[in-house]
């Protein structure tokens, strides 16, 4: 048995998928306006800093951050860490999605820096 037996359809050779629109508005990423950040994503660069942790074979471990408002901040590996778990941890989408825009900026982060030491999580 082939597949032709099965389908009841024709094949229009002047069907051109660029003239239909209809459906058009869901192939964007809703993410799109979520990363319009100036610099690299806080979540990105704190990985950075989390990847290199302090070990012999790493020369030059990576300890700054900088803000979308140009500003470098010092960031340690625990702090990190504990910043990485806090995003990790099951929340709600639109609260982990405030917390990541609040962290572009440096107020954001010196926030949550003052948060994660506060409430101990850094290690």
Do not use: C, W
């Amino acid at each position: 048995m082939k597949i032709n037996e099965f389908v009841e359809a024709e094949f229009d050779p002047e069907y051109n998928p660029e003239f239909d629109r209809h459906g058009k508005e869901l192939d964007t990423d809703d993410g799109d306006d979520l990363t319009n950040f100036k610099q690299e994503a806080m979540q990105v660069q704190l990985m950075k800093i989390s990847d290199s942790a302090d070990d012999e074979n790493i020369k030059n471990p990576v300890r700054t951050v900088v803000t979308d408002d140009g500003k470098t901040h010092r960031v340690e590996h625990n702090e990190a860490e504990a910043l990485l778990r806090i995003l990790g941890a099951n929340i709600k989408p639109q609260v982990k999605i405030k917390i990541m825009k609040d962290m572009q900026t440096s107020k954001g982060l010196d926030t949550m820096l003052a948060f994660v030491h506060k409430n101990k999580y850094v290690k």
